[in-house]
């Protein structure tokens, strides 16, 4: 059953596969906290007889829904690989393109595979490690070998590695694929994983190596990573690679360059040092503009710099007075981070739920040269690669390009990437998770925009502050308050200094940094933040301002929080009496407001006031949000806190039931109110006597909080303390 787990992971999901298979309602566990549990417990409902032939019926319902899936797939029997590759492979694959003229590497390829194999069939970690000086075909040698042995595996999966907080998004978004709800974290996608009977996954230019250390093959599965740092070689069995051999060298330039003699290539490669990055911008630039080779050598041999520096120089410098729209494009993907670029960034502004490999963009320049022409010239003198509607820029080329980029031209680009990215990320973050696979693929590109330096007050540093401030509110919303905290304060600090303390923009970064340091308990300062923001709102917007009112709920809710309900009661009524006169009653911030007020309500034991304002903020968030909306799941969770404390269990129990189902299903089991869910559930399950289930609960929400969440999150120790309350209540 653990396929069934791994794959049918949400209860929509496994309801529909049961219904499929003529399970009988009666036994469908819906009270089992994990998808283990849960399809456990199906395991034994037709282990008694539940279902006649229920295995043979379950499979077949499992391959009507997903007759791509191999998983389900009766033994030997293997789905075909997309046209163009082997013909058997994965279902999965989202491998880059591979080079179209590789050369040489045959006796690593062999090697790797060897190695791979050899560790596999002793039951040991199949991990091989790639590593290597920056631009020597690390990185081509890893997708080369995927694509030669694709039909081994059922999964194929590329990982850009390279930022260490990155890894784990970029891992889930494999989900999907293996039927996890979306959003769900890298643990759960590779406990999946391990589900499946064979896969490959390639972690590409990795530099923190403790960052792969939590992601270690077993059963069936295979790890190829690439690196510059030797230190990987700890992590598995390493390959080094070299540089080509100057045979394999002569043979890539006078693939790409027909007319080059032996003698001529052979003087080229040792020029640039048998570099493949070298060699294939060498090649490029020969086939672009005919020059022969002994003006080329002598223009090469003359310039200052060496290596990739001095390629650059020359391509560059001749786009400059040929394509100088494929320049403009060469250095606004210079700032951007290493991972593949849309295209669709740079062609005005995209559907937001297109944007991404799939997304066709129609490139046009604001006049002059049209950016396809300009795609199509970096591609031909191979300072960039593109890959279906990505474009690839190598970090060393990206590098030398930041370097070499006038200062005043350099600021110009980043305020246009910073502009470019503000136009295609989702406006909308916080309760709106239709937009966050957008915001994971831009992410990357827009925490190297906050690294750019800092730009004067303007229209760039205002782009910069917005993205700033909505990947922190995404990064928030993913339970990543360790990467989110240090952008509110960098936003914040640069605010102040930029724009002063008592500026909008500047309390705006106040506020969110304040609402962090809440979810982090770091009360006494969270009110500090709050009572600075609400004076300076008072004073500045007046005191009727829809922000300034935000400014009080807030302020409320952290005095709730340390312990100052009469306060904090008082300070809701009065907000939330004025947002109602401001805004309308039933704007978003009003019924935020209006739950607020029912918890504190809750707090201070006024409970039935407390229940008839969660179920009035229930009815107006499904009336105008949506019975799915994240604001109108937490008003069910917090009624059902209410009725919990109520003494009326069985209804907190049915509500927390659905409550978590239904986040499982919209946020992902992974996201914060889920396991906050969790942990509600299994309290409920306590109240009810149902000890054994609590503490089943509550043991499988720690460790995933300690997985998923910050060392230091709140949540974690509110988990703990519950656990250890109910082990000793119970004498475990």
């Given amino acids: 059953m653990d396929a069934f787990a791994a794959v049918f992971g949400d209860r929509d999901a496994a309801r529909m596969v049961l219904d499929r298979a003529g399970f009988p309602a009666a036994h469908v566990p819906f009270a089992a906290p994990t998808a283990l549990l849960f399809w456990s417990s199906v395991s034994r409902a037709l282990g008694d007889g539940a279902l006649r032939d229920g295995r043979d019926r379950l499979l077949g319902a499992a391959r009507e829904l997903y007759p791509h899936n191999s998983v389900f797939a009766p033994r030997g029997v293997r789905e075909p690989l997309r046209q163009g590759t082997a013909s058997r492979g994965p279902v999965v694959w989202n491998l880059p393109s591979r080079l179209p003229r590789f050369v040489g590497r045959d006796d690593l390829l062999a090697e790797v595979h060897a190695r791979l194999s050899r560790l596999s069939e002793e039951s040991r970690v199949a991990l091989v490690a790639l590593d290597g000086m920056g631009g020597v075909g690390k990185t081509s040698l890893a997708v080369e070998y995927a694509y030669r042995h694709a039909a081994e595996f059922d999964v194929v999966y590329w990982v850009p590695a390279e930022r260490a907080d990155l890894v784990g998004q970029h891992l889930s978004g494999l989900a999907g694929s293996l039927g996890l709800a979306a959003g769900a974290d890298a643990e759960a996608v590779w406990a999946a994983l391990q589900g499946v009977p064979s896969w490959l996954v390639l972690f590409d230019n990795v530099e923190d190596i403790d960052t792969i250390t939590r992601f270690q093959p077993s059963r069936g599965g295979r790890v190829l990573l690439t690196s510059r740092r030797r230190a990987v070689r700890r992590l598995g069995a390493a390959v080094p690679v070299p540089a080509l051999r100057r045979g394999a060298s002569v043979a890539l330039l006078r693939d790409r ?36 080779v002994a003006e080329y050598v002598r223009l090469l041999a003359g310039r200052p710099e060496s290596g990739i520096a001095g390629l650059w120089n020359l391509s560059v410098r001749r786009l400059e007075a040929e394509r100088p729209a494929a320049v403009e494009l060469l250095e606004l993907c210079a700032w951007c981070a290493p991972d593949p670029v849309p295209l669709a960034l740079f062609a005005g502004r995209p559907d937001s739920a ?37 474009l690839v820029v190598h970090r060393l080329v990206a590098a030398e390009t930041r370097r070499a980029t006038p200062p005043e031209r350099a600021a110009a680009r980043r305020a246009r990437l910073s502009a470019l990215l503000r136009d295609a990320a989702p406006d909308e973050v916080t309760g709106d998770p239709g937009g966050w696979p957008v915001w994971q693929v831009l ?33 928030k919303e993913q339970g990543q308050l360790a990467t989110a905290i240090p952008l509110y304060e960098r936003n914040l600090a640069e605010r102040e200094q930029l724009l002063g303390r008592d500026h909008p923009s500047t309390l705006a970064s106040t506020n969110s940094l304040a609402a962090a340091f809440q979810i982090v308990g770091r ?61 309308g009653a039933d704007h978003r911030s009003v019924l935020a407001a209006q739950g607020h007020l029912a918890v504190a309500y809750r707090t201070a034991g006024r409970l039935d006031q407390a229940i008839e304002l969660h179920r009035r903020t229930i009815t107006d968030r499904e009336r105008t949000l949506g019975a799915d909306h994240p604001d109108t799941l937490t008003s069910r969770n917090n009624l059902a806190n209410a009725q919990l404390v109520t003494g009326h269990v069985e209804q907190a129990l049915a509500l927390y039931e659905r409550t978590l189902a239904d986040r ?3 946020l992902g089991s992974g996201h914060p109110a889920t396991l906050t869910s969790r942990r509600n559930l299994a309290l409920g399950y306590e109240a009810a ?44």
């Fill in 689 to 732: 006597g149902r000890t054994d289930e609590a503490i089943n609960l509550l043991e499988a929400t720690l460790t995933d909080c300690q997985r998923l969440l910050d060392t230091d999150h709140p949540l974690t120790a509110t988990v703990a303390g519950h656990l250890a309350h109910i082990r000793a209540a119970s004498g475990r």
């Fill in 523 to 583: 009360v006494d300062e969270a009110i500090d933040l709050h009572e600075r923001t609400l004076a300076r709102r008072e004073r500045v917007l007046g005191v009727e301002h829809p922000d300034t009112l935000i400014s009080l709920t807030n302020l409320a809710g952290v005095y709730r929080a340390a312990g100052r309900v009469d306060e904090a009661v008082e300070l809701h009524e009065r907000a939330l009496a004025s947002l109602r006169r401001v805004l």
């Fill in 443 to 475: 992410l990357p590109h827009v925490l190297a925009a906050a690294g750019h330096p800092l730009p004067g007050p303007g229209p760039a540093f205002d782009d910069r502050c917005w993205l700033v401030d909505h990947a922190g509110a995404y990064l």
């Fill in 664 to 666: 499982e299903r919209v």
């Fill in 257 to 292: 360059v027909p007319d080059l003699d032996a003698a001529a290539a052979g003087l080229v490669a040792e020029l640039v040092g048998d570099l493949p990055l070298a060699l294939d911008q060498a090649a490029g630039y020969l086939d672009e503009t005919d020059m022969p």
């Fill in 354 to 390: 297109t944007l991404g490999p799939d997304h066709a963009a129609v490139l046009e320049l604001d006049g002059g040269d049209g950016w396809a022409d300009a795609v199509g010239a970096l591609v031909g003198y191979s300072l960039a690669r593109r890959d279906r509607d990505l």
